[in-house]
């Protein structure tokens, strides 16, 4: 919109330069023939006349052109007052509006499951994701920030193969809805306890490789997430305001300690990697 504006400036700017250069021309003629004129030594009735209509028709062409030149600059101001240009605030909440409509599920939702909460600890690697803080000291996640990182978390999970991936909630609150994960997805979970040394000790009779870790808390399943970075495979993290991020090759952030929350997240990586794996599950 601002754009076309600027264009019809121009267009008026470019007429105005036209004018000025024709004005000179037709003066540059009317001294050239003055000259002329001056330099004979008749200057008869027929010299006198073509010089008064030279000057008659000069003053009607440059009259005709101020005439042009003020039906182009109201045509412009007219142009102008139909286009509306639009206020940032409300290019702004088109965006917000564009972004919730993309959404992996309503705003409502990701607020219903308060996966929004952090904690009152925040750690250096989780303050770019904090939103603010309310009365009570609690760190906030921007909505919007979940999403996206959640969707990318989906996408990056994607990659492997069910066999390929385990993943570790020793946090009661994430067992249900990490089994059920586990039911539809066919990727191995451990919940009330990870078998120490299963990724790194070749001996053990239920040792296997993976490719992918999900940790779903730095803090709590800390034993997986050393054994994975020293076979040094992949990792992808759920992070609270209070975990570290730095190992991780991936991460989600949100609350990870409660049931609603743990929930939800479950439920969206599951269908994410459902859908995009080609898995029916319901």
Not at 39 to 51: L, P, Q, R, T
């Amino acid at each position: 919109m601002v754009g076309i504006v600027d264009k019809i400036k121009d267009i008026v700017e470019e007429g105005e330069e036209e004018i000025e250069e024709m004005v000179e021309k037709v003066e540059e003629k009317l001294e050239t023939k003055n000259k002329k004129s001056s330099g004979k030594k008749s200057s008869g009735k027929k010299s006198i006349a073509s010089e008064a209509e030279a000057e008659s028709t000069v003053e009607e062409k440059v009259k005709e052109l101020e005439e042009k030149k003020k039906a182009l600059l109201k045509k412009a101001e007219k142009l102008k007052e139909k286009i509306e240009t639009p206020k940032t605030e409300e290019l702004k909440e088109k965006v917000k509006l564009k972004k919730r409509e993309d959404m992996l599920v309503p705003l409502e939702e990701y607020v219903k499951a308060g996966i929004y909460l952090g904690t009152r600890v925040v750690t250096p690697n989780m303050r770019p994701f904090v939103y603010r803080r309310r009365a009570d000291g609690l760190a906030i996640f921007n909505t919007d920030t979940i999403d996206e990182k959640l969707k990318e978390g989906i996408e990056y999970m994607s990659k492997f193969a069910p066999e390929d991936i385990i993943l570790v909630c020793k946090r009661q609150a994430g067992w249900e809805a990490a089994e059920k994960f586990s039911q539809l997805t066919g990727i191995r979970v451990f919940t009330k306890k990870y078998p120490a040394g299963i990724l790194t000790n070749k001996k053990l009779p239920n040792f296997f490789e993976n490719e992918l870790t999900i940790i779903m808390d730095q803090w709590v399943d800390k034993n997986a997430l050393n054994d994975t970075l020293r076979v040094r495979k992949k990792v992808l993290m759920v992070c609270d305001t209070n975990n570290f991020s730095q190992w991780a090759d991936q991460i989600i952030i949100g609350n990870n300690k409660s049931p609603k929350s743990l929930g939800l997240i479950f439920y969206l990586l599951t269908r994410g990697y459902c859908k995009a794996r080609g898995l029916n599950k319901r």
